[in-house]
């Protein structure tokens, strides 16, 4: 079969239309973006070093706890606690926290009651020191979980404790 000069001329026109109108299509619009909270489920042992040069490097003169994000999903938030002196001691009213020791050691105290206390939210109270707790050395490697309603205190630091800390939401009793 043989084409004319008329038909292969309009078939290159169609042609060129077509690749011209695909050509200004628009560009697809861009994904939604997400209103779901950042994920972060893996701190690498790199990772953990880096964050502990950092805490060190930006911790001011005075300052006992830099804290650094290490894992998020939802409601969960993983931290890496730097504390290179005493600080506050704390209440969470409807939290349990959970530590585990990266680095180092210290006394922690847990019960008794907030000395000076002083609310910091509406769900969190601070103190001086704590009065008639119960004090448990701590150190590398240890695994600690503070129910909630619980006064705890780092007291005395033996040089830098470096911790993993979470909050964990929720009313937790016995026999729950």
């Given at each position: 079969m043989?084409?004319?000069?008329?038909?292969?001329?309009?078939g290159?026109?169609?042609?060129l239309?077509?690749?011209v109108?695909?050509?200004k299509?628009?560009a697809?619009?861009p994904?939604p973006q997400?209103?779901?909270?950042?994920?972060?489920?893996?701190t690498?042992?790199?990772?953990?070093?880096?964050?502990v040069?950092?805490?060190?490097?930006?911790?001011?003169?005075?300052?006992?706890n830099?804290?650094?994000?290490?894992?998020?999903?939802?409601g969960?938030?993983?931290?890496?606690?730097?504390r290179?002196s005493?600080?506050n001691?704390?209440?969470?009213?409807n939290?349990?926290?959970?530590f585990?020791v990266?680095?180092g050691?210290?006394?922690?105290?847990?019960?008794?009651?907030?000395v000076?206390?002083?609310?910091t939210?509406?769900?969190?109270?601070a103190?001086?020191?704590?009065?008639?707790?119960?004090?448990?050395?701590?150190?590398?490697g240890?695994?600690i979980?503070?129910p909630?309603?619980?006064?705890?205190?780092?007291s005395?630091?033996?040089g830098?404790?470096?911790?993993f800390?979470?909050?964990?939401p929720?009313?937790?009793?016995?026999g729950?």
């Amino acid at each position: 079969m043989r084409f004319s000069r008329s038909t292969k001329f309009i078939g290159l026109a169609v042609t060129l239309a077509a690749a011209v109108a695909l050509a200004k299509q628009p560009a697809p619009p861009p994904a939604p973006q997400s209103s779901a909270p950042q994920m972060k489920t893996f701190t690498s042992a790199a990772e953990a070093t880096a964050l502990v040069a950092k805490s060190k490097s930006e911790r001011k003169e005075a300052q006992p706890n830099v804290t650094q994000p290490m894992l998020e999903l939802g409601g969960y938030n993983g931290h890496m606690e730097y504390r290179a002196s005493v600080g506050n001691a704390a209440v969470h009213e409807n939290e349990a926290e959970l530590f585990y020791v990266i680095d180092g050691s210290a006394t922690l105290v847990t019960g008794g009651k907030l000395v000076n206390e002083k609310r910091t939210d509406a769900t969190n109270l601070a103190g001086s020191a704590i009065e008639g707790g119960t004090p448990r050395t701590i150190a590398k490697g240890d695994w600690i979980l503070v129910p909630e309603k619980t006064p705890h205190w780092f007291s005395p630091i033996n040089g830098v404790l470096v911790l993993f800390s979470m909050h964990v939401p929720g009313t937790f009793s016995p026999g729950k």
